[in-house]
């Protein structure tokens, strides 16, 4: 095992993935390492392997070539259970993550699976609760909960069983703007804890936070780097048939307008400034 292998949280090393011996490739030559308590954000079109690409983390699917590290053990079957133990998954629809009744149940439900001792269960429960601000629903019935609401009920069932990595596979997109921006908020809470927090989105508005972002495109990474380098080029993400941000489609409608710009803001305090500084210059 390499040295960046037993460093790192997530380790991909050559893999491809397909669903069958002759099908199409669904993941092509995927090299990356993630560090402990790194932001990745992973956007692409439809169809790029953004799911499938997180669901070989935590051994939902087997790489067809390469191999998959999680803090360096293999996702090979023999080690599933503790990869599972390492990683949660928070995804698209919130209804098909809940199994309780009532938010407390619901957040006990692995704990007890695992057969662990009341008094921890409900001590972790009160934790979680205090954590996601969700102390008025410990005793509502699950059914009765916006998805924004069961979101957070389904993030500290994970929580409560203490993984490294917490990956949100397109976990904004059924959400209303305000619950898609109270997850955001969770997800920089997490990876101030010290998390591994991997983020699925097809919508770029949300990667600002990101320590860095991927983007795929068939199957194939196309982009590594911060915000500020995917400004640069954000080429790559039309590319992929994704959307770049508003703040780049605005700066490339001023420069077409001849106004004269830097290269790229990365944020809206810098381009306002920028602005400014054009407009005063004229």
């Known amino acids: 095992m390499t040295a960046v292998a037993k460093s790192s949280s997530v380790v991909f090393e050559n893999v491809s ?17 993630i560090a402990p308590g790194e932001w990745i954000s992973i956007v692409g079109g439809n169809g790029s392997g953004k799911s499938t690409l ?5 051994g939902l699917l087997k790489p067809s070539l390469g191999e998959v590290l999680v803090f360096g053990e293999s996702t090979d079957p023999a080690n599933i259970r503790r990869i599972r133990q390492l990683v949660g998954i928070v995804f698209q629809n919130p209804d098909v993550q809940t199994v309780g009744a009532t938010v407390e149940e619901d957040i006990a439900f692995g704990l007890q699976n695992l057969m662990f001792p009341r008094d921890e269960i409900l001590l972790r429960i009160d934790r979680m609760l205090k954590m996601l ?4 629903l410990r005793y509502r019935p699950v059914r009765t ?7 957070l009920v389904a993030i500290a069932g994970i929580l409560v069983m203490n993984p490294r990595i917490l990956i949100f596979d397109e976990a904004t997109s059924m959400l209303d703007p305000q619950n898609a ?4 908020d969770v997800m920089s809470d997490l990876h101030r804890m010290g998390l591994t927090v991997i983020q699925v989105t097809h919508d770029p508005e949300d990667i600002w936070k990101a320590d860095r972002i991927l983007v795929l495109n ?20 039309e ?3 994704t959307l770049p941000p508003f703040l780049v489609r605005l700066q490339k409608a001023l420069r077409t307008k001849g106004m004269e710009l830097p290269a790229c803001c990365g944020s809206e305090k810098e381009l306002a400034k920028s602005i400014w500084e054009s407009i005063s210059a004229m």
Request: net charge negative.
């Open 181 to 184: 921006d109270k997850l955001l």
């Open 133 to 136: 601000q969700l102390e008025e």
């Open 54 to 58: 997180v669901k070989l983390v935590n």
């Open 218 to 237: 068939n199957g194939r990474l196309t982009f590594a780097g911060d915000v500020p380098a995917l400004m640069k080029q954000s080429n790559v993400l």
């Open 17 to 33: 993935f397909r669903f069958s011996e002759h099908g199409e490739w669904i993941v092509k030559d995927f090299n990356i390492s």
């Open 145 to 151: 909960l916006s998805g924004g609401q069961k979101q």
């Open 239 to 241: 590319e992929a048939q």
